[in-house]
């Protein structure tokens, strides 16, 4: 037989207080004795009572709950996003409700509609995949919403994402300057944000170096391993004199390690390969991969406090938040000779440079 659900009448009956002295108690409102409070909430431990946060809700307007919806929890980069913000959510007192869309827009647009139906405070959205009319009407009718790695001009959205143009420019430049010369770019998804500002820094950097950009060695791929590996595979087969390759991410970078493997392309002898994010798996395969290290963990912590301050009413303290990427230089794309001595002052430039049209 299952126990019976302690309610506040309950405490209240323990105590030999009324139901609001108990509400008061747990809220730290009202006049209320110290004893008598530390009376209460003793009772409260003890009976195992759990205030009903969906009545408090309907009450407060308020669930103390947040939502956070990642594209796709089974990559670790946004699991060390997911981790950071939980931490920040728990941290000032809030749950996380965590939604994965699978890589799917369809599959997004039901976990926001989830939240909305939950009645969730504010919602992170990280890397939507959704296209902009899509983006914009849910926009328009959802809580208060902070992005992860996208931006967006509509009403007061904010945002937090890594320094995309930045890090693509710097892993471009690091590719020039140990001698490549073909460099091509597995662009990630078409509907990426942060996709598309790695390939402007890729073809800036080709254009600094007066290297001829080939829009066939831009390739969309989806983020994940086995595409890394057939789209590198589909581009060393048609371009035989393609020397490197950039990556999306960390595993799309691994994927092009199996490729290269598979191909008998030696890596880095005959094909560097760069990836994105830095997840642990980069410095445990062979070679041990060069790639751009962005602080995922601080990225979900830095969405939530973002969304905690527009809850709270923030004024000139709510603005969008860049962070930068560092290269790690490992086995994969290692620095030419000649670069030795010069590889920290361009690089450290990049690092501390100021994005275009960002607060």
Do not use: W
């Amino acid at each position: 037989m299952m126990s019976k659900r302690v309610n506040i009448a309950d405490v209240a009956h323990a105590a030999g207080v009324s139901a609001q002295t108990v509400s008061r108690a747990l809220n730290n409102k009202g006049e209320i004795r110290p004893e008598t409070r530390d009376r209460i909430l003793a009772i409260v431990d003890h009976l195992g009572y759990r205030p009903n946060t969906l009545a408090r809700g309907l009450v407060t307007q308020k669930t103390a709950t947040l939502g956070l919806v990642v594209p796709d929890i089974a990559n670790p980069f946004f699991s060390e996003v997911t981790r950071g913000a939980e931490e920040a959510a728990h941290r000032a007192g809030y749950s996380l409700l965590l939604c994965n869309a699978h890589e799917d827009p369809v599959r997004e647009v039901e976990a926001l509609y989830t939240l909305e139906a939950q009645r969730v405070d504010g919602i992170v959205l990280c890397s939507s995949r959704l296209s902009e009319e899509t983006f914009c009407t849910l926009m328009a009718r959802l809580p208060t919403v902070v992005l992860v790695n996208r931006e967006s001009s509509e009403g007061d959205l904010k945002s937090v994402r890594v320094d995309d143009e930045a890090g693509a420019l710097c892993a471009t430049r690091h590719l020039l300057r140990s001698g490549r010369r073909s460099i091509a770019f597995l662009a990630g998804p078409p509907a990426s944000q942060g996709g598309q500002r790695r390939a402007q820094g890729y073809q800036l950097a080709l254009s600094e170096a007066g290297v001829p950009g080939d829009p066939a060695l831009t390739v969309a791929c989806a983020p994940q391993l086995e595409s890394g590996y057939s789209t590198a595979q589909q581009i060393l087969t048609n371009h035989p004199e393609v020397d490197a390759l950039l990556c999306y991410n960390d595993l799309v970078a691994v994927g092009a390690l199996q490729a290269c493997a598979a191909l008998g392309r030696r890596v880095p002898e005959d094909v560097a390969v760069v990836g994105f994010d830095d997840i642990l798996l980069a410095g445990l395969v062979t070679p041990p991969l060069t790639t751009l290290r962005s602080d995922k963990r601080g990225l979900g912590a830095e969405a939530v406090r973002l969304l905690l301050r527009k809850l709270a009413g923030c004024t000139d303290d709510c603005e969008n938040v860049v962070l930068q990427p560092e290269l790690i230089v490992r086995a994969s794309a290692p620095a030419g000779p000649e670069q030795e001595e010069t590889l920290h002052g361009p690089l450290e430039a990049i690092h501390h440079r100021r994005p275009r049209g960002d607060n």
